[in-house]
């Protein structure tokens, strides 16, 4: 027993030390599996605070770009609108509520902390469930997709960045229609990968690549980026093809997340196909 | 004492906010991102008793992590550099020097003493944080790059600023 004592009070810094380091990788593999409860949890009360403030103080500096940005999107948004179209003949417009139903609808939300340079890139908005914001939500900016609500709290959602490891956003070449899927190398923060592209697809630089409803996180032809590169994977068959991405990560700061209201009957569809699929 | 707990303290919350103000909001690359606020552990004196480096290594990496997504990284990298810092000490320098209030700078220890200290135990605490930020050995040279050209930085960062405190401390 004495030995015990005089061993463990001659390493007892060592203990110490295998400790701290049990329990910094207990809590890294416990918040990396993401099926618990959010870190965010405990932490956004002091840090988001300490965050928002500084948001606050270097808000000011890019005004100018911002006001820009969303006076260019309201433009286009004014094109869309119903009054800019010019009617033909007699006025048929009638209000018909069994033929338009509201799909999606928009949350603004101001970004808290963002990081770009990590190879895993989370961003904190300040919209939470209080506001309708729910799991796997799509986050859009003016320019284009940003990424998928990760993690949500009563006032501040986590949101997994296309500029992270794990994140894979469906896509489409606008000019064809034909589907891939855009993931992140993590050496560079401008651009990103499309893969999963078939050969026979006839794709060329320049190409614009845009979001595709069938995520059903993002509604369909939000703009992504613009095809830079295109390789040939002879291995599989398909094109490793590098995008440019049109979304200012280093200076997000007014985003949107997007709520698909059929989004639970899309993928109750879906996952009752697949049971009966199961079945057979 | 009282004045010197306050002033670790002040140094503590000022390389922090340091750290989350102004060093991550600079984006070079993706491969290169500095982490400063270990300075705080680099620069405690040598006799500063191991459990109280370990203490405040967890508490300074605590910090660092509730300012993150993920917890756990700086935690886990901030305590094995802080655990290593004992051995380095005690591998480059006199018994005496060990038991003395002496503090690391490019003053006690010359500049290329220095250097490689910091170079040395900043390397032990990227290379733990970006392994565990990455989590995964997948793209296993990319991290090894993230993690070369961060210490540099790192080390550049910390030797400027030392420069810069010296100067004023020996005015």
Not at chain 1, 24 to 50: E, G, P
Not at chain 2, 87 to 107: E, G, L, V
Not at chain 2, 152 to 157: A, D, E, P
């Amino acid at each position: 027993m004495k030995n015990l004592v005089f061993f463990i009070y001659k390493y007892f810094v060592f203990f110490m030390f295998l400790a701290f380091e049990f329990f910094a990788l207990i809590v890294l593999f416990r918040f990396n599996n993401y099926q618990q409860a959010s870190f965010l949890n405990y932490t956004s009360s002091t840090s988001s605070t300490i965050f928002n403030t500084i948001n606050s103080t270097t808000g000011y500096f890019n005004l100018k770009t911002l006001n820009d940005s969303l006076q260019l999107e309201n433009a286009r948004l004014r094109t869309q609108s119903l009054q800019s179209y010019y009617q033909n003949g007699i006025t048929k417009t009638e209000i018909n509520d069994t033929l338009f139903k509201q799909q999606y609808i928009y949350i603004a939300a101001q970004v808290v902390n963002n990081s770009i340079s990590k190879r895993n890139n989370f961003i904190t908005i300040d919209k939470g469930t209080l506001h309708g914001v729910k799991r796997f939500d799509g986050v859009i900016c003016p320019n284009g997709v940003v990424g998928i609500v990760w993690q949500v709290t009563p006032y501040y959602s986590l949101v997994q960045s296309v500029l992270n490891s794990k994140s894979s956003t469906g896509a489409k070449i606008k000019k064809t229609g034909d589907i891939g899927s855009i993931t992140w190398d993590g050496s560079n923060s401008l651009f990103a990968q499309l893969s999963k592209v078939n050969t026979y697809v006839p794709v060329a630089v320049g190409d614009e690549v845009v979001s595709t409803a069938q995520s059903a996180s993002y509604p369909e032809e939000i703009p992504i980026g613009k095809i830079v590169k295109i390789d040939r994977n002879p291995e599989k068959n398909d094109y490793d093809i590098t995008i440019l991405i049109h979304t200012p990560f280093s200076r997000l700061k007014n985003v949107y997340v997007v709520r698909n209201l059929f989004k639970e009957s899309q993928q109750s569809a879906e996952t009752k196909a697949l049971e009966e699929e199961a079945k057979k | 004492m009282i004045l010197d707990t306050l002033n670790y303290l002040l140094r503590f919350l000022l390389l922090i906010f340091f750290q989350i103000a102004i060093i991550n909001n600079i984006d070079l690359s993706t491969y290169v991102n500095p982490y400063i606020y270990i300075v705080f552990i680099l620069s405690l004196p040598y006799n500063t008793k191991p459990w109280v480096v370990l203490v405040l290594s967890l508490l300074i990496g605590m910090t660092m992590d509730s300012f993150s997504s993920l917890p756990g990284p700086h935690i886990a990298a901030t305590v094995l550099m802080g655990y290593s810092r004992r051995f380095y000490i005690m591998f480059s320098t006199n018994k005496d020097d060990q038991n003395a209030p002496i503090k690391p700078s490019i003053s006690t220890k010359g500049p290329v003493g220095y250097l490689i200290y910091v170079f040395v135990l900043v390397f032990i605490h990227h290379f733990m944080l970006f392994f565990l930020e990455a989590f995964s050995f997948n793209q296993f040279f990319s991290t090894i790059a993230r993690i070369f050209f961060s210490t540099l930085f790192t080390v550049l960062l910390i030797i400027m600023g030392q420069l810069l405190f010296y100067k004023i401390a020996k005015k």
